[in-house]
């Protein structure tokens, strides 16, 4: 079924415009892992197929449904892979101070998103969506199995991904000296373990066949979430997760979003552009002084506190945790604690936001 849907969907377009996209996207991919920026696999297809629906028109391209649905539950067991027994440990040992955070940190990024919502910035909730300090790219998928336009939300999203990634670097070359801060080089083909991966690739498979046959809703992240992270937990599988299969699955989710830009949405984002930007920087701020607190009260080191609140990034906030004196085990726990709480509140609040701002959901 999924290669006949991909073969249907690749009659459909013609083989250069396929040709082209696949390119830009390894060109992309390319120059920014040269330059060490965030998110390279997904933002580099994403930018890629934007260019292509400008320019072509949107409808020329499209990604086959099963591929993307896998895509999506691939980025759900990677969420998994991060909820070790280790880190909810953490989580446990200092439950109070671990609430206290993150619920500031959920708090303020969602009354910046009402603020963003009520001003009209961004339709209906996108902007409460694309303001949530989770995933990125969790958020992205969620976001559109509750009407959200992913494509704003990725907008948003990933704008967040750079700032924080920026102002997250070089406070960590300020307050220490790190030792080889430079971000892992990109491997695509590393050695695998190939009977977990026959096994992630079964519970992937399972999970697209109950996300479809169930309808649940945002279930393509929750559903091999859970199931991923119990059967880890427990010992009963290793999620193997090669470099090729995330790339495949991001350039999937890349694709999807990037294919459905049209000339309006570009120049919706150009006009809110100031105004998130500055939404942004508010929060990284906040976020700052959040730091600021742990370190004078809880007597957390002024990095891993600095780490720790981030908003968003966690692949990104974990790379440069590797490379410098911090306690990375607490720092991932409370990325990690963050994500599973917008994970359950997410919906409830945009559904709030919305009631209370007055606006429903509409097309962009």
Do not use: N
Not at 67 to 94: N, Y
Not at 182 to 203: H, K, Q, S
Not at 313 to 341: K, N
């Amino acid at each position: 079924m999924l290669f006949k849907s991909a073969s249907r969907a690749m009659q459909k377009a013609s083989l250069p415009r396929w040709a082209l996209l696949l390119a830009l996207s390894a060109g992309l991919v390319a120059f920014f892992e040269l330059f060490g920026l965030p998110a390279s696999l997904l933002v580099g297809p994403m930018i890629a197929a934007m260019f292509l629906a400008l320019v072509f028109g949107k409808g020329e391209v499209r990604v086959p449904y099963w591929p993307l649905q896998f895509g999506q539950v691939i980025v759900g067991l990677l969420m998994a892979r991060a909820i070790t027994p280790d880190i909810l440990g953490t989580m446990v040992k200092d439950a109070p101070l671990f609430m206290v955070v993150i619920f500031s940190v959920i708090a303020v990024a969602s009354l910046l998103g009402y603020v963003l919502t009520r001003w009209q910035v961004l339709p209906g909730t996108t902007a409460v969506w694309g303001s949530s300090p989770g995933g990125a790219s969790a958020m992205v998928i969620m976001s559109e199995s509750y009407g959200a336009d992913a494509r704003l939300v990725a907008f948003m999203q990933y704008l967040r991904v750079v700032f924080v990634v920026i102002a997250a670097s070089a406070i960590s070359h300020l307050w220490v000296a790190t030792d080889g801060g430079e971000p892992p080089p990109l491997i695509l083909f590393p050695p695998v373990d190939w009977p977990a991966l026959a096994m992630t690739l079964l519970l992937a498979c399972c999970s697209v066949y109950a996300v479809f046959r169930f309808r649940i809703k945002g279930g393509t992240i929750i559903t091999p979430l859970f199931a991923g992270a119990l059967l880890q937990g427990f010992g009963l599988m290793k999620i193997e997760l090669p470099m090729w299969l995330l790339a495949f699955s991001y350039a999937m989710i890349g694709w999807s979003i990037g294919l459905r830009f049209t000339r309006s949405i570009m120049k919706h984002v150009a006009r809110a552009l100031p105004r998130v930007s500055a939404s942004i920087l508010l929060l990284i701020g906040i976020c700052g002084l959040m730091a600021v607190a742990l370190h004078k009260l809880a007597g957390i080191d002024p990095l891993t506190a600095y780490l720790a609140t981030s908003p968003g990034g966690a692949d990104s906030v974990a790379i440069i945790a590797a490379s410098s004196d911090v306690d990375q085990p607490f720092i991932m726990a409370m990325q990690v604690g963050r994500f599973l709480v917008i994970l359950f509140t997410g919906p409830m609040l945009a559904r709030f936001i919305a009631r209370k701002s007055g606006l429903a959901e509409k097309p962009a």
